[in-house]
């Protein structure tokens, strides 16, 4: 979208946006989104993968646009990255906060955080949920708290909302995830805070607002999509695929728009009705 059409967004002004967890997958595709899209620009967060940051940052359209690097288990590491975004773009008008692990573990290159009731050993499983929760739900409130302070205390520019917050939550919050629990319970965590803040950043004019997402192609699900498991995986929706990152990244462009105020509070299911509740 350009010209016009972009205006219809967020009038003539370019927002700042802030996508955690951006290098590569859903993350890198919302920042594509932003960009060439909107016209935003973008704060393309990322934990260690700085080459594949940088790279995304030069295709984008537009300028403006910059990497920030930090590891979301440090709440100083996110203090630091989010005030680098906000003095690189000028003010954050939109935080999508989809940064997070699954199984691997970050800290330690090709190593899976074991989280089996019946395979872990207890130290293992005592790991995995710290390292998950510190990065999946603490994390991602730390970054909402940094940003949040800052769209209160920052006026944006004239035409826009002071903010809005898109948290990417899971359908295994609500479907379950037996082999990593950690993981589900570590979203249906992200699910709630999203619904408190709506609450606690409405008087304030910041919109908050959770998607949760089931199955989707990305580089890093492309090999068990081919495996044998993968034709079960799609089966698990009646239109018989998974998602698109460009259907989720436009999905959450749609949440973040000026237009979207009265989705706050909501979590909104986006998984080809592949699990109903």
């Known amino acids: 979208m350009t010209?016009?059409?972009?205006?219809?967004?967020?009038?003539?002004?370019?927002?700042?946006?802030?996508?955690?967890?951006?290098?590569r997958g859903v993350g890198a595709e919302v920042a594509r989104t932003f960009a060439n899209v909107c016209g935003d620009r973008v704060a393309i967060h990322c934990r260690g993968s700085r080459a594949e940051a940088d790279e995304l940052r030069e295709?984008?359209?537009?300028?403006?646009?910059?990497?920030?690097?930090?590891d979301l288990a440090s709440p100083e590491n996110v203090r630091r990255f989010v005030r680098e975004a906000i003095k690189a773009l000028g003010r954050v008008d939109v935080l999508v906060n989809n940064a997070a692990l699954f199984a691997d573990d970050p800290s330690v290159e090709g190593r899976r955080l074991s989280c089996s009731v019946a395979e872990s050993s207890y130290d293992e499983w005592v790991s995995a949920w710290r390292r998950t929760m510190d990065v999946n739900l603490l994390g991602t409130a730390n970054v909402t708290?940094?940003?949040?302070?800052?769209?209160?205390e920052v006026e944006p520019a004239d035409g826009l909302p002071r903010g809005r917050i898109v948290n990417?939550?899971?359908?295994?919050?609500?479907?379950?995830?037996?082999?990593?629990?950690?993981?589900?319970?570590?979203?249906?965590?992200?699910?709630?805070?999203?619904?408190?803040?709506?609450?606690?950043?409405?008087?304030?004019?910041?919109?908050?607002?959770?998607?949760?997402?089931?199955?989707?192609?990305?580089?890093?699900?492309?090999?068990?999509?081919?495996?044998?498991?993968?034709?079960?995986?799609?089966?698990?929706?009646?239109?018989?695929?998974?998602?698109?990152?460009?259907?989720?990244?436009?999905?959450?462009?749609?949440?973040?728009?000026?237009?979207?105020?009265?989705?706050?509070?909501?979590?909104?299911?986006?998984?080809?009705?592949?699990?109903?509740?």
């Open 3 to 23: 010209g016009s059409t972009t205006e219809q967004w967020h009038g003539q002004h370019r927002r700042g946006v802030l996508v955690t967890g951006a290098s």
């Open 59 to 70: 295709a984008l359209d537009g300028g403006g646009h910059v990497v920030v690097q930090g």
């Open 145 to 152: 708290y940094q940003v949040a302070r800052h769209m209160i």
């Open 168 to 277: 990417v939550g899971s359908r295994g919050a609500y479907r379950g995830e037996p082999d990593v629990p950690a993981y589900g319970a570590s979203k249906a965590a992200v699910h709630s805070m999203t619904q408190s803040l709506a609450v606690a950043l409405a008087p304030h004019g910041i919109g908050c607002v959770g998607i949760a997402p089931g199955f989707i192609a990305t580089d890093m699900t492309a090999e068990l999509l081919e495996s044998a498991a993968g034709q079960a995986i799609r089966a698990q929706s009646p239109f018989g695929r998974v998602a698109t990152t460009q259907e989720v990244a436009l999905a959450i462009m749609t949440l973040a728009g000026p237009q979207a105020e009265w989705a706050s509070g909501s979590i909104v299911d986006f998984n080809g009705a592949s699990y109903l509740h």
